[in-house]
């Protein structure tokens, strides 16, 4: 574990909070849910706030749900009044909401942290600001300023939402030159952000965790592969990397993480470009899909690291007990949008953990659990993709 040069103040009787508070969790998904089994492990209670229909993945957990729209003040009082304290999983969240917690109870990580993490194009100034190493990029707002972004940055490069941008939504390769007007009239944001194509030879991604103390953990970096924009499989240990990089790239989450006076679990997700230079492309405000590893493979999870940060507990160790490989399960694997697939094969191997987020409905790109093999990467890899293919043939035949 390491620690930051800047510390916040060190947890006293007043934000330390034993087992029996109440832990209040913004959003019902499954980072909630895997959140929520934490909480309810260590001995707190947990209150889920959702727009979503009852029950929610997390809400099936939790001690208590609240179903209400995010702009309900009468349903926003009745969650601080329940509550000791409130973290979030996911971050496209009104901040008039978050506002309203926070005169009440505090909130982590804090409204100035998510603005900035929600935004690419404030996520990209705040990376610009701070010197912190990033594809170049150009903010557009009309399909002339999107011509001048192209002709600066050259072919290909790739065209981002300015908000609400999440697994490949919210974003279009551009690969040669077009009618810009009418591009950025089908593409139908006010605001986006036109960044440069790096022709990488990796990605990966660091998870961490920093207290209100100010105390920063690290999980191992991750090594990540996407299919259609959406992360598939998350390698660990990273088989493209070596202990100087892992250690820069940590170092550069310690300086995201110390500039936003972050509290709770994040990540940061980077390419490593073909010099060997590494770019920070994303950072999540949260726990991360590509984080998973750490629930079977970690002495102390994502999650109960989230926990013990906002509940002013010490962090947990997060050293790496198995290398292990992650394989996130999408809808696309459902026989039909209520049958999951036979898991018999899964279920079957010694060394594999099956998650699954309670999703009463199977879509094409929805997640809808993952499953992690221990053991030596390689082979590891090998067991998961032999299992992700006979899942795959179920669909098929």
């Not at 036109?194 to 103390?213: G, K, L």
């Not at 191997?349 to 094409?364: A, D, S």
Request: with cysteine.
């Amino acid at each position: 574990m390491t620690h930051s040069s800047a510390q916040s103040d060190a947890p006293t009787k007043t934000n330390l909070l034993q087992p029996g508070k109440t832990i209040g969790i913004v959003g019902g998904g499954q980072l909630g849910r895997m959140l929520t089994r934490e909480v309810r492990r260590m001995g707190y209670r947990a209150v889920i706030f959702t727009d979503e229909y009852p029950p929610s993945p997390a809400g099936q957990l939790a001690d208590r749900e609240i179903n209400a729209p995010y702009y309900d003040p009468e349903a926003t009082a009745e969650f601080v009044r329940e509550i000791d304290v409130a973290t979030l999983e996911f971050e496209n969240i009104p901040a008039e909401f978050l506002t309203a917690v926070a005169q009440r109870v505090p909130v982590y990580p804090s409204q100035h942290a998510l603005t900035i993490c929600q935004n690419r194009e404030k996520e990209k100034n705040f990376l610009r600001n701070h010197s912190i190493p990033h594809a170049d990029f150009r903010v557009v707002d009309s399909g002339v300023s999107l011509g001048t972004a192209v002709d600066e940055l050259g072919l290909p490069c790739i065209l981002k939402t300015a908000a609400f941008g999440y697994d490949g939504k919210g974003q279009r390769k551009i690969t040669q030159a077009e009618d810009w007007d009418t591009v950025w009239r089908e593409f139908g944001a006010s605001r986006g952000v036109v960044e440069q194509w790096i022709d990488y030879q990796c990605e990966v991604s660091v998870v961490c965790a920093r207290s209100i103390a100010g105390d920063i953990s690290h999980f191992p970096l991750a090594e990540n592969i996407h299919v259609n924009q959406i992360l598939d499989t998350t390698i660990v240990p990273a088989r493209c990397t070596d202990g100087e990089l892992e250690k820069k790239a940590q170092a550069l989450a310690t300086e995201i993480a110390v500039a936003l006076d972050f509290v709770g679990t994040f990540c940061v997700e980077l390419f490593i470009a073909q010099d060997g230079t590494l770019l920070v492309n994303e950072m999540a405000p949260r726990p991360h899909n590509s984080g998973h590893f750490t629930i079977d493979a970690c002495r102390t999870n994502q999650f109960e690291q989230q926990l013990r940060a906002v509940a002013g507990l010490p962090l947990g160790d997060p050293a790496l007990q198995s290398g292990v490989v992650m394989k996130n399960l999408l809808g696309d694997l459902w026989l039909s949008p209520t049958e999951a697939p036979d898991w018999s094969s899964v279920l079957a191997e010694p060394n594999t953990k099956l998650h699954l987020y309670g999703k009463r409905v199977g879509r094409p790109g929805r997640k809808m659990g993952h499953f992690c093999v221990l053991g030596e990467p390689e082979t590891a890899l090998k067991t998961a993709d032999r299992l992700f293919t006979e899942l795959l043939a179920q669909r098929r035949s």
